[in-house]
Structures are given as C-alpha cells and as structure tokens.
C-alpha cells in the first residue's frame, strides 16, 4: 500500500495531469475545426443584405477553411425563425448565425423565449452600411423635400415596402416619418428581397433598404436615390445627400451585421472563427467589395461585439416605443 505522503504526491500528480488534458482539449479542437461543411443561417430570405454579406463571407471562409459554408436561409417572424433555429443547435461550430441591427430591435417588439445577450457567443462584427432612401422612378420627386411635400399633399397615399415588422428597413423609415412630420402607408413583406420587388414592380413607391441592397439597382436606374440615411456622405456615391443634410436634420441610420454562434461554443473555436473572418476583411478583394457596396468593414472582437449589440438594443428600443411598433 501507499504511504500518506505517497498517496498525496499521486493524487497531485493525477490531478495536474487531469487538468493539462482538460486544458489541451480546447486547443485540440481548435486545431481540427472543422471536420465538416459549417452551416451559416440567414433568417431572412434570399435578396436581403443579410443574404449578400452571408454569401460574401462563406464564399471566403469555405476557402480559407477547406470545409463548405452553406448558406441556410430561415426566414419568417422578423428574423425570429432563423434565430432561434440556431441559437438551440449544437454549440460546436458548426451552425452559425448572421445577425444584423435588427436583431437588437427583436427584443423591443417581440417577446422573446430566449435571452438575446445570453444565447450566443458573439464572433465578430463584420461592417455596416447606410441606409438609403429609393423611390420607384415614376415617383414625380427627385429630392427628399420634394417626398416629403409629396407625402404632405397626399397624406395616406403613399406606401412604403419593408422587410417585416420590426425590420431595420421598418425602424429606420418609421424615423424617417415620424423626424420628417408625413403621413405614409407601411406594407411589410417577408424580407428585404420581397420588399424590392415590389418597389421595383411600382406597387409600393418607397424603401428604405441599405445600400449594399439597393444600390445595384439605382445603378440600374430601376431605383430613384434620394438620400443616404448615414451622419457623412457615402464615398461610393459622393453626390448623394444625406438625409440630415437634404431636409431631416439629426436623422441617422445604419444597418450593420456580425457573425455569431450559440452559446456555450468553445471559446478556441470562436477565437479561430473570428481570426479567419478576420483575415478575410483585410484582404483587398474584401476591402474592394464592401467599398463598391457603399459599406464600412469593422472587426469587432467577441466581448466588444457583445457590448455594440447591447447598445444597439438600447438606442433602437427607444424608437420602438416612440412609433408605437409591435408585434402581429
């Protein structure tokens, strides 16, 4: 038999083993992640910014990682679907989830079954995007005072598409109404892509989407730019006012988005999710692309992250209450 002091010297022993394996699993799995294809949930339909920058950053991380991104659209409830599709999947890295402001919005017009700061495990903030204010082109106006006279003369008249109650496409025009003293009609569609249709057809005569979505088709001409919803002009499209400087001042609104994953995803593999999405945004493709989208790369780390959604939560819960938005 062991003595006292012998015992006491194993169990040490055993215990510093045991806690050097359980030190080296995280790095382990780090290093094999991943194993297999990765899904990527958009909860919002295809077309909408959330679906262009989730298309963008797979494409780059299936490349940089060897295993396929696949973009899985769950769209439906204002993100709601998606979300929670994924905030209750496996949490090993290997369901992801884009999320943009209106997943801060969420929380102020919904009730939730599920605690949006406590559900995931932020990634990164990928970048953001101004809003910008399109007409269809047979709207007889060519600047924002033109609208909002328009809108004045007809109040009731004129209806504007969205992605859903709740929206950023819902909030940042209900802002617009609401800073801008007019009287306009809102239809919601499931999604941002539905929305443009339907502004595109002329059904609806206005949007607010960002300009990553709207500005193939201003480019076009299939859409009339009024403004930009930035606080600066836009350097892609310097000649567009800002909504502030083309008769609402103090009006300000931008979309962003971010990747996350459900919490409790080990800690190595969110730090190598955020290092390789990371090294994706410093690249000069990457730059190029969400420069000639009208959009700003940031690269938030995850508590940082954390921190902006939490803000976020609190500026765009004040505008709920002051439009009086709820949930259908």
């Not at 802002?175 to 059904?203: E, T, W, Y």
Request: with cysteine.
């Amino acid at each position: 038999m062991l003595s006292s002091s012998r015992q006491a010297q194993f169990s040490i022993v055993l215990v510093t083993g045991l806690v050097f394996c359980a030190a080296m699993v995280p790095a382990a799995q780090a290093q094999m992640y991943p194993a297999r294809p990765i899904r990527l949930i958009v909860p919002f339909p295809p077309g909408g910014s959330n679906d262009i920058v989730a298309r963008v950053i797979g494409q780059q991380l299936t490349e940089r990682l060897g295993k396929p991104v696949v973009i899985d659209n769950r769209g439906g409830a204002g993100g709601l679907i998606g979300t929670e599709t994924a905030i209750h999947a496996q949490p090993d890295g290997y369901t992801l989830l884009i999320i943009s402001a209106a997943y801060s919005y969420n929380p102020s017009v919904y009730k939730l079954p599920y605690d949006p700061i406590k559900a995931i495990m932020p990634i990164t903030l990928i970048g953001s995007g101004p809003t910008s204010l399109v007409v269809n082109p047979g709207v007889p106006v060519k600047s924002v005072k033109e609208l909002i006279a328009l809108a004045r003369a007809k109040p009731g008249q004129l209806h504007y598409a969205s992605a859903g109650i709740g929206s950023f496409i819902h909030l940042s025009t209900e802002m617009f109404r609401i800073m801008a003293g007019i009287n306009i009609v809102h239809v919601p569609f499931k999604g941002g892509g539905p929305a443009i249709l339907d502004v595109l057809s002329g059904q609806t005569q206005i949007t607010m989407g960002t300009l990553i979505q709207n500005i193939p088709h201003i480019r076009s001409g299939r859409l009339k730019l009024l403004a930009v919803g930035s606080s600066k002009r836009a350097a892609i499209l310097p000649d567009a006012p800002t909504i502030d400087e083309a008769g609402v001042p103090g009006y300000e609104a931008s979309n962003w988005w971010g990747i996350v994953a459900p919490a409790g995803t080990p800690t190595a593999i969110v730090k190598k999710l955020h290092a390789e999405i990371a090294a994706t945004l410093t690249t000069p493709e990457m730059r190029k692309w969400f420069a000639s989208e009208g959009a700003e790369i940031f690269n938030l780390a995850s508590e940082q992250f954390r921190k902006h959604i939490v803000d976020e939560t609190a500026k765009w819960g004040r505008v709920v209450k002051e439009a009086g938005i709820k949930a259908e």
